[in-house]
């Protein structure tokens, strides 16, 4: 059974940077698509971003393609986050999760339904 552990949020001030990491144990995932969703306080949960076994990959608005870096290791069997300029409305818990329903899929997945094995989340928390 795969698990999935967050960690690299924290409080940061606007503008600066966070690189969120994702790491896997249980089962390698290299072969399979994993993504990243965040919830804000109120909010429900919604998609980020997604990359392919193939490093591929999609984010959930057009206006983050450029602040939000998503990539893998897949020899570590990790996932990564990198945010660029931060924003107050980045506050959220972070979460990952893989789509373990079959490997290298034609699409990147972005409803929730498509994961599983999430992770507990990571609190990025953005002050003005």
């Known amino acids: 059974q795969v698990r999935l552990v967050e960690s690299g949020g924290g409080l940061v001030q606007a503008g600066g940077s966070l690189r969120l990491s994702c790491a896997a144990s249980?089962?390698?995932?290299?072969?399979?698509?994993m993504g990243w969703f965040r919830q804000a306080p109120g909010k429900e949960r919604e998609f980020v971003s997604a990359?392919?076994?193939?490093?591929?990959?999609?984010y959930g608005a057009d206006s983050e393609k450029g602040r939000f870096t998503t990539s893998r290791d897949n020899d570590k069997n990790t996932m990564y986050l990198h945010i660029n300029g931060l924003e107050f409305e980045h506050t959220a818990v972070y979460y990952c999760a893989a789509d373990l329903s079959r490997p290298h899929p034609p699409t990147l997945p972005r409803r929730q339904k498509n994961y599983a094995g999430w992770g507990q989340g990571t609190q990025v928390t953005v002050s003005s």
């Open positions: 249980g089962r390698p995932l290299s072969s399979y698509a």
């Open positions: 990359i392919a076994w193939n490093g591929g990959t999609a």
